[in-house]
């Protein structure tokens, strides 16, 4: 049986994370070589591509170092994955940062963590197409796709820096849309609150909140964001340059 994604490379950022494990999970579960890029989770990222399913003996994963805030770190990836594989036809972009700052709190968003979930929320995702540019490029009908989040849109997250970076984000996705067609395709999917590792570490009162104010009072699941990321890969090829949200309808409320 021929997979969607069948012969296809994909590059991960930040794919031992939460978020990023279930999307490596179901790339490689369409078929995809998928490289798992890490900063310092390296044990995480070396036992996820030990486990991520092969459907066929041509898949080849691999967990591969690098820092987004690091363009020398990006530009030894790159040159990395051209020579394993010769090529990139999905790049997402699943590294972040970000730390609990009450919004009224402006003393303690700091000028040092400002300029970090920037340079890593922002410049990070920018910075890893501009290194993969030629690989996406040789592939001929490539994709970009950036996690944001539905902060970019309420305002409401973790710090203020925090919602400002994905609101960049998405207007900078629209931005490498217009530059990279047609051989490049770029778009965002935009979660809600997703029920991962470390949200489940927070108190249980406010994740029932977090739910009960969402239409469909539930937080979105891992795998419901990675399923978003294929359908981009796999059935929506003729969309660049939007903001697919997987929010329960949050907005509404």
């Not at 400002?114 to 490539?142: C, H, K, S, W, Y």
């Amino acid at each position: 049986m021929t997979l969607a994604l069948d012969g296809k490379i994909a590059l991960v950022t930040g794919g031992a994370g939460g978020l990023g494990r279930a999307i490596c999970e179901a790339l490689a579960a369409s078929g995809a070589s998928v490289i798992i890029g890490y900063n310092n989770s390296v044990d995480a990222a070396q036992t996820l591509a030990g486990r991520l399913p092969r459907p066929d003996p041509n898949i080849h994963h691999a967990a591969m170092q690098a820092a987004v805030s690091d363009s020398s770190s990006l530009a030894r990836l790159a040159a990395d994955i051209e020579q394993r594989y010769g090529r990139c036809d999905i790049v997402v972009n699943c590294a972040g940062t970000t730390r609990f700052v009450p919004h009224d709190d402006l003393d303690g968003l700091s000028d040092a963590l400002f300029d970090d979930i920037l340079a890593t929320n922002v410049r990070g995702p920018f910075a890893v197409v501009r290194a993969m540019r030629p690989l996406l490029q040789r592939a001929g009908e490539a994709l970009v796709v950036n996690i944001s989040s539905i902060a970019a849109v309420t305002a409401m997250g973790s710090n203020i820096a925090y919602c400002a970076s994905k609101a960049a984000v998405d207007n900078m996705t629209k931005s490498l849309a217009r530059a990279l067609a047609p051989r490049i395709r770029v778009l965002s999917v935009s979660p809600g609150l997703s029920d991962t590792d470390f949200v489940k570490q927070m108190e249980k009162s406010w994740r029932d909140e977090q739910a009960d104010r969402t239409p469909l009072k539930r937080l979105a699941r891992p795998e419901e964001v990675a399923a978003a990321v294929v359908a981009a890969a796999t059935h929506l090829t003729f969309t660049t340059g939007v903001v697919i949200p997987v929010d329960g309808g949050r907005p509404l409320q």
